[in-house]
Structure formats: structure tokens, C-alpha cells
């Protein structure tokens, strides 16, 4: 990851009730699996978050499921981009079957995967 952030440094960011924003851009980040499960488990309980973009890294397969499972419980996020991170069709259906039961996203970018 960029800038010396690490994954334990995400994962507080994201699950600070206090931060406020509604708004991350971590594109082209060097984002990889382990920064998805962390960012996964994360929207979890992230209270704020409205538009996430993590276009162009590779959050793989394992980073797609762990999204995915988190879309089943966050009814907050609208608008997500997972644009080029290698999901793999694991991933990709992880992502589709919390659809089933999101209520609240507006606007789903998965191009190439």
C-alpha cells in the first residue's frame, strides 16, 4: 500500500465513527488481498462511507468475497468501484449474491476482472 499506510491503519480509518467522511479514493493504491479482507471486513461496521473507489489494484478473489460478504450487512454504501483487481469469477459472484440483500447500492463498476 502507498503513502506508509498499512492494513491495521485502513481498517481503524474505515471503523472510526468519528471520522465523518463519505467519500475514499484509493485508486491505483497497490491495494492487494490482504488490504481487501481488511477493507471487507471494515464496511462492516463503517457508519459513513457512501462512495468507495479501489479502481485499478488487486484485491483478488479472496479481497471480491470478502466485499462481497460485507455488502450483505452494509445498507449504507451507494456507490463502489472495483474496476481492474483481478476478482476472478469468485469473487464476481461473491459480489452478486449480496445484491440479493443490499439495499443501498446505487452504482456497481466490476470491469475488468
Known sequence: MKNGM???DLATFLTDPTAGYTTLT?????LDAEDGVTIGQSLQTNTSLLELDLNDNNLG?????AIGQSLQTN???????LTDNN???EGGVAIGQ???TNTSLLELSLGSN
Do not use: F, K, M, V
Request: a negative charge; proline letters at 8%.
Open 6 to 8: 498499512n492494513c491495521t
Open 26 to 30: 484509493l485508486t491505483d493504491a497497490n
Open 61 to 65: 478473489p479472496e479481497g471480491g468475497i
Open 75 to 81: 445498507n449504507l454504501l451507494r456507490i463502489l468501484d
Open 87 to 89: 476478482l476472478g469469477p
Open 98 to 100: 449480496s445484491l440479493q
